[in-house]
């Protein structure tokens, strides 16, 4: 059966400008890191991509080496692209990365020109796409230059293979240096994707501050730690979850007492606020409008559904907030 988007999709969700371009992200973003790969079952796959689509999602976030096995995820998209939301290219923002491991031999991972380059020819083809909207270093290379990497992604740029170029997992003196050089070359960085929520706020401590300052805008991942800040583990660890598995996404060891005692009294603060312990994270983490976009994964549509719905209550009083801080400190 063909797909055909919802007339609302636009009505309910939160548009942000990101940094000082004149891109604007939803405030929820779809990462397509885990339950995308050849391991998982393409049709729950479309199932999620269509109804993020509905809800007004039109950021979907991917890496090279996204799986399992690497490259899976972008295939699959690609194919349930061109099925499904090649008649919407222009109303999508789709992203894809590379510096991580990738392929064998000297070439398959770092920051160096060739991998960068190699690595997006790659992904494009793997996407079935002719540019991405996105092109991410997905890590600072030690060994390779900073000015080695970053021409690269402005000659992605250049090359019309990119539309805008960002970082993931910078330091802030790292990101500010990128960020500068870029500058220089005539393609500014849009835009950081760190790894952020309650319980890892690293990014409070200088690195916000720089992207203030260089006009950045910011993408959070693993805003909900995993699954570890959601209702999955009120009253234990579910046979089903990624706790419980081989995964190494979440490990069981990080459940300890000390954890699950934040989480039942974040939990209370949620439920006062009528919200899900999940859509209050993600409400927390967009406060003050200093992350552009939440990066929420998802098994299941369901959760997709849970997370947008944390839009509808964004607000907190200065009361939560200082409670909030209680118990995360």
């Not at 055909?4 to 990101?18: G, K, L, Q, V």
């Not at 990014?203 to 991942?221: H, N, P, Y």
């Not at 439920?271 to 993600?282: G, H, K, N, P, T």
Request: with cysteine.
């Amino acid at each position: 059966m063909s797909y055909a988007p919802r007339n609302e999709r636009y009505s309910n969700m939160t548009y942000t400008r990101c940094g000082n371009s004149g891109l604007k992200l939803p405030a929820i973003s779809l990462g397509l890191w885990q339950n995308y790969g050849g391991v998982n079952d393409l049709e729950t796959q479309r199932e999620m991509l269509r109804r993020a689509f509905d809800l007004g999602i039109t950021h979907f976030d991917l890496a090279n080496n996204y799986g399992p096995p690497p490259g899976t995820a972008e295939a699959n998209f690609g194919s349930l692209f061109k099925a499904d939301f090649a008649p919407y290219r222009d109303e999508l923002m789709i992203s894809t990365k590379a510096g991580n491991p990738m392929w064998a031999g000297p070439y398959g991972d770092g920051g160096s020109k060739k991998h960068m380059m190699s690595s997006l020819d790659q992904s494009l083809k793997r996407l079935g796409l002719d540019y991405v909207d996105i092109y991410y270093s997905h890590r600072c290379d030690p060994e390779t230059p900073m000015e080695e990497t970053m021409r690269a992604l402005d000659l992605a740029v250049r090359q019309g293979k990119a539309l805008y170029v960002g970082l993931s997992n910078y330091s802030a003196e790292e990101t500010k240096q990128a960020a500068g050089i870029l500058k220089e070359l005539g393609t500014p960085c849009l835009i950081h994707q760190p790894k952020y929520n309650m319980f890892d706020r690293w990014i409070e401590r200088g690195l916000q501050d720089v992207l203030k300052e260089e006009g950045m805008g910011s993408i959070a991942f693993s805003p909900l730690a995993k699954g570890l800040l959601t209702s999955r583990y009120l009253t234990g660890i579910p046979a089903d979850s990624r706790a419980a598995s081989s995964s190494r996404a979440l490990s069981v060891n990080a459940i300890t007492d000390a954890v699950m005692s934040k989480i039942i009294r974040l939990n209370a603060i949620a439920l006062e606020r009528d919200q899900s312990l999940s859509q209050m994270v993600i409400a927390w983490v967009l406060r003050e409008g200093r992350v552009t976009s939440a990066l929420i994964g998802a098994s299941k549509v369901s959760q997709i559904e849970d997370n947008v719905a944390a839009l509808k209550n964004m607000n907190f009083s200065q009361e939560e907030l200082l409670r909030i801080e209680e118990i995360l400190t």
